[in-house]
């Protein structure tokens, strides 16, 4: 089992920053890819921002230019470096993992227990 915990939410002003970090303990392998959900209120979850083994990045088209997805797979944490907050970006962050647990298992999906980020004035 693999078990994710996130840090560094909170309240923001708008036009501030935060950082979310998570980091992965248990049966991993290899990881796959890493990144960051996020749901409002009312709506579903999204991607706002993964990272691959490999290094490439993705993020939702709100947040490019702000946001910045980092990654170390040796020490299993992902972070993910907010700036330009506006109120839309107001949800819960649920930081994911992708990963086996031996060289050939199956990929399995992980996700932390979330962490509030507000931005408000």
């Known amino acids: 089992q693999v078990q994710l915990v996130e840090s560094g939410g909170g309240l923001v002003q708008p036009g501030g920053s935060l950082r979310l970090s998570c980091a992965a303990s248990?049966?991993?392998?290899?990881?796959?890819?890493m990144g960051w959900y996020r749901q409002a209120p009312g709506k579903q979850r999204v991607l706002v921002a993964s990272?691959?083994?490999?290094?490439?990045?993705d993020y939702a088209d709100s947040v490019k230019g702000r946001f910045t997805v980092s990654g170390d797979h040796a020490k299993r944490t992902v972070s993910l470096q907010m700036n330009s907050l506006n109120p839309e970006d107001t949800a819960v962050y649920y930081c994911?993992?992708?990963?086996?647990?031996?060289?050939?298992?199956?990929?399995?999906?992980?996700w932390g227990q979330g962490t509030q980020v507000t931005v408000s004035s």
């Open positions: 990272i691959t083994s490999g290094g490439s990045t």
């Open positions: 248990g049966s991993i392998f290899r990881i796959n890819v």
């Open positions: 994911y993992f992708r990963s086996r647990s031996t060289l050939v298992g199956p990929w399995n999906d992980y």
